[in-house]
């Protein structure tokens, strides 16, 4: 199911244009940013606003299906920064 126009800029505004991993502005970008999955929809993650995140093209390709990686000190698997759950 395709994220609605009305919702798209509900994250948009909620995000103050702002990428919510990089703190990136939006409005400086060439680009507009993406509206990235925080639980990927592959995993089933839902449309819903509370699972939304706006997201500049750069962190939403690096991020892409990964909800955890690798922590490089401690070897061990942990969660990828998740912007509604963390500040
Ligand atoms: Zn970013």
Do not use: W
């Not at 244009?17 to 999955?37: G, P, V």
């Amino acid at each position: 199911m395709a994220i609605s126009d009305v919702t798209r800029q509900l994250v948009r505004e909620r995000a103050n244009y702002l990428c919510e991993y990089c703190h990136s502005s939006e409005r400086l970008s060439a680009n507009r940013f993406t509206i990235d999955h925080v639980i990927p929809r592959s995993l089933d993650g839902s449309d819903d606003l509370s699972n939304l995140a706006l997201a500049c093209r750069r962190c939403n390709e690096r991020r892409y299906n990964f909800v955890a990686g690798v922590d490089p000190e401690t070897q061990e698997i942990a969660p990828i920064f998740n912007p509604r759950l963390q500040k």
